[in-house]
């Protein structure tokens, strides 16, 4: 699984638990377009950003 696979999973996630981007952003201190370029694929995260991105989320996944 490959970072971009488990943006999208992430993704569809956070809009299942019905978490807005910019709800998120705010939360994480940055943004809600570098949130829209992650899951888009314009950008990568860092990792610090990435981890607290799944934290908040609650996006947990058994296989990178």
């Known amino acids: 699984m490959n970072l971009q696979e488990i943006m999208n999973d992430a993704k569809e996630h956070r809009i299942k638990m019905k978490?807005?981007?910019?709800?998120?952003?705010?939360?994480?201190g940055i943004p809600a377009q570098r949130i829209?370029?992650?899951?888009?694929?314009?950008?990568?995260?860092?990792?610090?950003y990435f981890l607290q991105y799944l934290k908040l989320i609650g996006f947990k996944f058994d296989t990178i």
């Open 36 to 48: 829209t370029y992650w899951e888009s694929g314009k950008s990568r995260p860092r990792a610090d």
């Open 19 to 28: 978490i807005s981007k910019s709800s998120l952003a705010k939360q994480m």
